[in-house]
């Protein structure tokens, strides 16, 4: 098992590499090299960097995962290719993508999408929380413990 991120824009990249070094997992970071960083990572943690360019990341994550990996994106497209290949996909806040929402998820962007083509306003999401933060720690580990078993 692997924990793959889509780390453009992740906020809870810390929670990860944290929760992943006490389980022992290895966690690859997948960004940009607009995200270039020179800054040092535990040793379970590698990053790959790939060309700028719309889902180039996303097409580097699902090359690399497989089933029962874990991918944290916020991607709902990225997400619906990953359950079809058997992965664990999670939101930063705190939910899990399923078989089950991710035809509602998708249907909702497309619907906010169409919105916005017409010109007309639609609500961004809500601001990332600390309360967020320690969902996301919580299915992290509940996910982690439930593969383990």
């Given at each position: 098992m ?5 780390a453009?824009?992740c906020p ?18 997948v ?7 020179h800054?040092?990572?535990?040793i ?13 990341a996303?097409?580097?994550?699902v090359?690399l995962a ?14 619906a290719l990953?359950i079809g ?5 999670l939101h ?12 509602q998820?998708?249907?909702s962007r497309y ?8 010109g007309?306003?639609t ?7 600390t309360?967020?933060?320690a ?7 509940q996910?982690i413990s439930?593969?383990?078993k």
């Amino acid at each position: 098992m692997k924990i793959y991120v889509d780390a453009d824009a992740c906020p809870v990249t810390e929670q990860i590499k944290v929760i992943s070094e006490q389980e022992n997992i290895p966690v690859i970071l997948v960004k940009s090299f607009d995200h270039f960083s020179h800054g040092e990572d535990p040793i379970h943690v590698e990053t790959i960097y790939v060309d700028k360019g719309p889902d180039m990341a996303d097409f580097r994550i699902v090359k690399l995962a497989k089933k029962d990996d874990i991918v944290i994106t916020q991607d709902y497209g990225l997400a619906a290719l990953l359950i079809g290949k058997g992965c664990i996909v999670l939101h930063h806040k705190g939910y899990a993508y399923t078989a089950n929402n991710i035809n509602q998820l998708l249907e909702s962007r497309y619907t906010s999408a169409m919105a916005r083509k017409r010109g007309e306003r639609t609500k961004g999401p809500k601001p990332f929380t600390t309360e967020d933060k320690a969902k996301f720690s919580r299915l992290l580990k509940q996910q982690i413990s439930q593969i383990k078993k």
